[in-house]
């Protein structure tokens, strides 16, 4: 005979109890994750307390705050992100059957495709009125994560360098490299076209743990080319700041290009890089039955991507 714990998942299990245990996890504070869900902190805590009951295990760890999730919680967890997403896109498909599609298109991207943003979001929004957008910064692994466990419909990030799997793609753009400087700073007369030369000068850079710094250290790394940047961030705009200061130089994908020509201190040029390309392009999890929001975008990128 089966012990109760292993079959006490039944019918009174309710979305809402899911929805309290995916956002306390996510958020890892009670009166945030209350305050998400739309209900008092009380209310969040009877319905975690009803779903251990319901499971027949202690999900998560608390004293008067949030510890942590128990291995059961772990468990769990992304069965609860499936669960929800399922039930997400199952509503969106039968709204999406008999009417335009409508609801929020969530979108997360890399700081490198960025200025891609409006290009896709103009796109999607022009042939689905009904739907908003909703844009969030994230990095090539939160990216990948996020659309595993359901918080977002698509990402822009790299297809070819660390890429996410379980995806379907669409490429929308070939990376290739800018050196920047501020106009008058000294530096702006160089105008470097190798890496050797740009390396010589002062550089601000991306931190290492963000991707794009990551395929810079390997292109240098390939050229036998030491680098030792003089300050590093986690943004571009810091770096612009930075380089607005007249005290360095930087280098960023040509995404920016277009920004850039509208900063009037700014002087700007392509390195040489006989080094592959880095492709940037859309993803969406690659799902059976693939969500309306998820179908949109590839339909949208694909559109996009032959013009």
Known sequence: MIDPPYYAIGESMHL???RYFVAIARLRHFANAAAE????QPTLSAGLSALEQEVGHRLVERDRRFLGLTSHGLAMLPWAEQILGAVASMTSSVAASSA???GEFSLAAIPAALPLVGLFGEALLSRHPGVTLSVRSATSREIERSLN??????GLTYLDHEPPGNVLSVGLHAERYLFVARTGSGFDAATPTSWEDAAKLPLCLLHQGMQFRRILD????AA???ITPRAVADSYVTLFELVRSGGFCTIVPDTYATLL????WARFSPLDDPGETRRIGLVVVNRVPLSPMAGAALEVARG???V
């Open 16 to 18: 809402r109890q899911l």
């Open 149 to 154: 466990a359901f918080e977002c419909d698509a």
């Open 100 to 102: 335009a599609l409508t």
């Open 37 to 40: 869900c739309g209900v008092s």
């Open 261 to 264: 020509a509208g900063l009037d």
């Open 304 to 306: 996009l991507a032959e």
């Open 224 to 226: 036998g080319i030491a």
């Open 218 to 221: 390997g292109r240098m790394a």
